[in-house]
């Protein structure tokens, strides 16, 4: 079982910064990589960015590149969400999950964080 808290978010002006925090706890916790997803009123969860637990490769969706930036610190089996240069259309419901491998489908994931509000505005 593992459960993962998540801290940060808010609400911004376009163009500004926010980190999100998610903290595992449970066993077995170097076994799951880790993602960010998100998801807009009406729309279905999307894909924002993982990192492999074991090397730290990380991969992000095509609209966050070069703006988000996830990391880990293995001590305190956390992961983070850099936000810069934020948009509107960044606007969602946050959640990171915790799965066995990398994917970009969230059905795969096994555990998920509460979720946090991200609002920027224009």
């Known amino acids: 079982q593992v459960q993962l808290v998540q801290s940060g978010g808010g609400l911004v002006q376009a163009g500004g910064s926010l980190r999100l925090s998610c903290a595992a706890s449970g066993r077995a916790l170097n076994m799951y990589d880790r993602a960010w997803f998100r998801q807009a009123p009406g729309k279905k969860r999307e894909f924002v960015a993982s990192?492999?637990?074991?090397?730290?490769?990380?991969q992000y969706v095509d609209s966050v590149k070069g703006r988000f930036t996830i990391s880990r610190d293995s001590a305190r089996n956390t992961v983070y969400l850099q936000m810069n240069s934020l948009k509107p259309e960044d606007s969602a419901v946050y959640y990171c999950?915790?799965?066995?491998?990398?994917?970009?489908?969230?059905?795969?994931?096994?555990?998920w964080g509460q979720g946090t509000q991200v609002t920027v505005s224009s």
């Open positions: 999950g915790a799965g066995t491998a990398v994917f970009s489908n969230p059905d795969m994931y096994r555990y």
């Open positions: 990192i492999t637990w074991n090397n730290g490769r990380t």
